[in-house]
């Protein structure tokens, strides 16, 4: 792991912070962050999405403050799509 992905992922073990855990305001997950951000490059912002999911149990089904969850933020946007797609093949190598 290295950069943003282990970022993350000391906040998330170090810290004890909750996957789950929503902004005050827009009750924004990190799922909610990722996807409407513009990473750095494809590849790592895939492996901290298979890392939040598969390794920390980050629930895609929790709605913001606007009623929309991850995915439906991901259909929004081709890049989001692009990005949630190729997390979840099983295939995708996440290194």
């Known amino acids: ?3 943003a ?3 993350v992922a000391f906040f998330l073990d170090e810290c004890g912070i909750d ?3 929503t902004t005050p305001r827009t009750k924004d997950t990190v799922l909610h962050t990722l996807i409407s951000s513009r990473p750095p490059s494809k590849r790592d912002a895939v492996r901290l999405l298979k ?3 598969e390794e920390k149990g ?3 089904s929790l709605k ?3 009623g929309i969850d991850p995915l439906e933020l991901a259909g929004k946007s081709k890049n989001a799509s692009l990005l949630i797609s190729s997390a979840m093949r099983p295939d995708c190598p996440d290194t």
Do not use: T
């Open 64 to 66: 913001n403050a606007e």
């Open 58 to 60: 980050a629930d895609i």
């Open 1 to 3: 792991m290295r950069g």
């Open 19 to 21: 996957v789950n855990m």
């Open 5 to 7: 992905h282990n970022f």
């Open 51 to 53: 890392y939040l999911v």
